[in-house]
């Protein structure tokens, strides 16, 4: 059993590379829950990964590359009659991605809440999820049930929205949908494009609206620009390190995993945490590491393979 367990869709990254005669396209394991599961491994916690993928060759090679970053595998379902998941990550000059998705009656979709057992989240203290798992009735009843679970069972719960256009078949549902899991969480965080993307001109409306209903953190991502966390009525500001971008791909589950490892450290789980925002000094501290992970992985190709180990953030400056 693992203390920071997340859930949700684990699939490939078909990765474009430019070389001779056209684009090649790289098959690299990913997906943002179990991206962060690998990066809180990768810097030393005890991580693990619920979901479902496909008993093919990708899911083979996902269940191997989650294994051997020291992801607990135990809770991932294998499905011998549907496929796993796959993701065509493009960038741009500026190593920006974009992502064409092929996700139709995919294994993680068909993943179901009474496959995870009770002692799996009465072991955890955190309990991690992405919007991803919200786009289709049953997977987002799933989510739903699971959320609850953990809360009965006395997690953390984190919820990186981490919003795809291309993955709801009607996006223009997304904002209540995600506006709902974001009340029930401890931790929510958006990256400033998706929260106007989702919320247009009510996007601070949203943030205000998240703190008054009383969302212990919120963390609004901005790429190389000011982060901003709201934690009561405190804001907080962290600049992030200036680095040479070449992929952006993993780079805010890098963020969210440094958090997590952080809180992971502190023994916190769901009774404890407002205790340790109260702390003085405690946040601060966890964001400005956790933004020196998200900046490492930015320097870095890929997704599993970008996440950083301690040693690899010295490289980085405060």
């Not at 809440?113 to 009770?118: I, R």
């Not at 919820?159 to 549902?173: M, S, Y």
């Not at 703190?211 to 790429?223: F, N, Y």
């Amino acid at each position: 059993m693992c203390d920071v367990l997340c859930f949700g869709e684990a699939l490939i990254d078909m990765r474009g590379e430019q070389g001779e005669g056209g684009v090649h396209y790289v098959p690299q394991p990913g997906g943002a829950p179990a991206n962060v599961a690998v990066g809180v491994a990768r810097l030393g916690g005890r991580a693990g990964f619920a979901g479902q993928v496909g008993n093919d060759v990708f899911g083979q090679m996902i269940v191997r590359a989650l294994s051997g970053y020291g992801v607990d595998t135990s809770l991932l379902a294998t499905s011998d009659s549907s496929l796993t998941a796959l993701a065509v990550v493009s960038l741009d000059a500026q190593s920006e991605r974009s992502f064409s998705f092929y996700r139709t009656v995919t294994a993680d979709l068909l993943y179901r809440s009474d496959q995870l057992p009770e002692t799996a989240l009465k072991a955890a203290r955190i309990f991690h999820l992405c919007s991803n798992t919200l786009t289709e009735p049953a997977i987002r009843d799933t989510s739903w049930r699971l959320v609850e679970r953990a809360r009965q069972a006395g997690c953390l719960i984190s919820f990186d929205v981490n919003f795809r256009t291309g993955l709801w078949p009607v996006w223009q549902d997304a904002p209540e949908i995600i506006g709902q899991l974001a009340r029930q969480a401890d931790i929510v965080k958006f990256s400033r494009e998706e929260l106007e993307q989702l919320y247009g001109e009510n996007a601070n409306a949203l943030v205000d609206t998240l703190r008054e209903q009383g969302v212990p953190l919120l963390v609004v991502s901005d790429g190389a620009a000011t982060l901003r966390a709201f934690a009561g009525g405190e804001t907080l500001r962290v600049e992030p390190p200036r680095v040479s971008a070449v992929d952006t791909t993993a780079a805010g589950d890098s963020f969210v995993a440094g958090l997590l490892f952080r809180l992971w450290q502190d023994r916190v789980s769901g009774a404890g945490f407002r205790q340790w925002l109260a702390r003085e000094g405690e946040l601060a501290n966890a964001l400005e590491f956790a933004s020196r992970c998200g900046a490492v992985t930015a320097t870095r190709f890929g997704a599993f393979d970008a996440l950083p180990e301690p040693k690899d953030l010295k490289a980085v400056s405060k």
